[in-house]
């Protein structure tokens, strides 16, 4: 099996983006009423161009509300807030707002900030922001600057702000530890809930879901897929005189010899006992017999030991398409019945006969 995304793993990961979406459009919303609430408040106390300044923050505000509802881009969503907020702490930093208090909205700002983005990152724009505000607390004169602040409020200022930076900081990166191990932890178990713990293979059930899932994509799109199922040869002798922990042996080494073989489109897995199923994606009869002959020869030639003793392990396999089946069970029956035919002519075979059995491989036209 290929290391891909397990599909709980991105459903997981939407959903939380589907989270942060919503609480976004909630964010923009209460910024939308406080702009305005904090602006009515501002024109009756005469302060009428910090009043329009604030409910002109209100468009792009809005503006990036209407375009995540019209993409669903939620990247730009989240820059697009960002951004805004970044910019309505920056005027009320320079203004300082109603009575020199316009900084302390900054407060809101290092929460968000890394819940929105990376620790990293989070911590740059912060380190920036706190430049800012020091460019503004110390050159009061510079153009766009009104806000006057005592140096009490300065200091005052940047060390609460400091201890709620590093606060959200050990937060955040305590929550993000606590998500990654969740994550890893359920990975580990779908792993398990898929895998056989002995071979390391797919299991019967995960590889039902993948047939499953080819031959709804065959009906689709017509793409042919085959399977060989396999049996290793009088596997019972083995248990009875090398004993048990010789058979698990013998079962491991034949599943490193299939991860070898197979491509990485490829599913095997451990069917049941010694059978063993191969799935292959876009893979013709005659291909899959090719392929089948291949790892007999490998198995073969192959030297299964155990505590220095030898273990005799060939196998048989019956391969079939879907082309040759009109439902994954038909599938199934056909591949075993070929199994029991190479079994019965002698075992260490493939049915049906490939070339190098010393007879002619069916035709079969590509897919």
Known sequence: ?????????IISTDHEDRQISRLLNGLSGMALLFLTGIGLKAWFADHHSHAIVLWLFNVPVLANMLWYARTGNRLTQKVGLLTTVALLFAYLIASGGEGNTGPLWFYVFPPLLFFLTSLKAGTAILLFCYLLAIIVFQFPDLPGVTGEYSTDFKIRFFATLTFESIFCFVLEAGRLQTRNKLVKLAQSHEQAARTDELTGLAN????????TAEFSRYQRSGHHFSVVLIDLDLFK???????????????????????QVIRQTDVAARWGGEEFLILLP????????????????EVASAKFQHQGQELPVTISAGVCSISKAGSV???LKQADLNLYSAKGDGRNRIAPRVRSQDSQVPEESPA
Do not use: C, K, W
């Open 237 to 259: 002798r083995i248990n009875d005189n090398y004993g048990h922990d010789a058979g698990d042996t013998a079962l491991q080494h034949f599943a490193r010899l299939v991860r």
């Open 1 to 9: 099996m290929t290391d891909t995304p397990s599909a709980s793993q």
């Open 204 to 211: 019967r059930r995960y590889m039902h879901s993948r047939l």
């Open 329 to 331: 069970n038909e599938l």
């Open 282 to 297: 876009d893979t013709t009869l005659l291909q899959a017999l090719s392929l089948a002959e291949r790892l007999r020869t």
